[in-house]
């Protein structure tokens, strides 16, 4: 099963895309489309990543052919809301798919087949709801979806307007696939999205957070690890999602499989685990986030149920 997600990316890419470039190799079940007017020639580009040297307004010219002549994409951030018609892009260039998607490049990918298997996604239309990572099966019914009601957001409006709204998430597609009872697959507990609000590396979903805690990739998988009365445990995730921060490149991007990810950027472990701890202080301001974070989650949950 041909399995690919399409990321138009443009401008400068972020100091740690060699790293990203390195977890989609490690998963050769999947493939990428990167498409760019960024230079690659120092890049190590995997075999399952096929790049494209592009510009946006050639993306936005596929959109006008396939959509309507008098779309706007005229900026990177508005192509988050034509994500739930990227599969056009693949129709363009000719690229075969059984199910096609979208996901960030702020990520750092682990071992996605453990939580993205054939036996599963067979069973659903839409594979995880997050412009982060989302799949989509590739039939006529699901691939035109976006055209559905079922969001305050009809894509008429939205295409025809300079400013993004989401369209891929919570305000848009979600609401379509639920309202229109599509078969959809969600488990936030298989994604380590980490909050933006907070300096120390915090889990979206607090559920997940302990105070001693520490995020790695080792060995290509992506680990969450915390200590519960001086005793370490592990969780395995799909991907780390990092998003809006700077991250310092403390290593070589040459065989990087394990490395420490956290607020001081992508490090060496230390072989003493312990070592690798920070201690996450409950300030008052960090409470006041943890409750807006909580809320947020509310929130986002509500708008993708009803």
């Not at 559905?148 to 979600?174: A, P, R, V």
Request: glycine share 4%; charged share 25%; hydrophobic share 35%.
């Amino acid at each position: 099963m041909r399995k690919i997600f399409v990321v138009p990316y443009f401008g400068k890419f972020p100091n740690y895309i060699q790293l990203w470039l390195d977890s989609c190799g490690r998963n050769e079940s999947f493939n990428w489309v990167l498409i760019t007017d960024c230079k690659l020639n120092t890049l190590d580009i995997p075999s399952n990543v096929f790049c494209i040297i592009s510009t946006l307004d050639k993306i936005e010219n596929i959109f006008k052919e396939k959509i309507h002549p008098k779309i706007f994409l005229t900026t990177p951030y508005k192509l988050c809301d034509y994500r739930p018609a990227y599969w056009m892009i693949l129709d363009y260039y000719e690229i075969k798919y059984d199910y096609w998607g979208y996901c960030d490049i702020d990520v750092i990918f682990g071992d996605l087949s453990t939580f993205i298997q054939d036996e599963i996604l067979v069973k659903y239309d839409k594979f995880l709801s997050n412009g982060h990572l989302t799949l989509y099966k590739s039939n006529e019914k699901v691939k035109n979806a976006f055209k559905l009601t079922g969001s305050k957001y009809l894509w008429k409006d939205i295409y025809f307007i300079e400013e993004n709204i989401g369209f891929d998430e919570h305000h848009g597609i979600n609401k379509i696939f639920k309202f229109n009872q599509f078969n959809c697959y969600e488990n936030i507990s298989i994604v380590a999205d980490i909050d933006p609000q907070f300096k120390n590396f915090y889990l979206y979903y607090q559920a997940f957070n302990h105070k001693k805690q520490y995020f790695s990739l080792e060995d290509g998988k992506v680990l969450q690890h915390y200590m519960v009365k001086n005793k370490i445990y592990e969780r395995e995730f799909a991907y780390i999602h990092i998003q809006k921060r700077k991250m310092t490149l403390n290593i070589s991007t040459n065989n990087s499989n394990s490395f420490l990810i956290n607020d001081n950027g992508f490090s060496l472990l230390n072989l003493n685990k312990k070592e690798n701890f920070k201690i996450f202080k409950e300030t008052f301001k960090v409470k006041i986030n943890k409750l807006r974070t909580k809320l947020r989650f509310y929130k986002n949950r509500f708008m993708n149920v009803v």
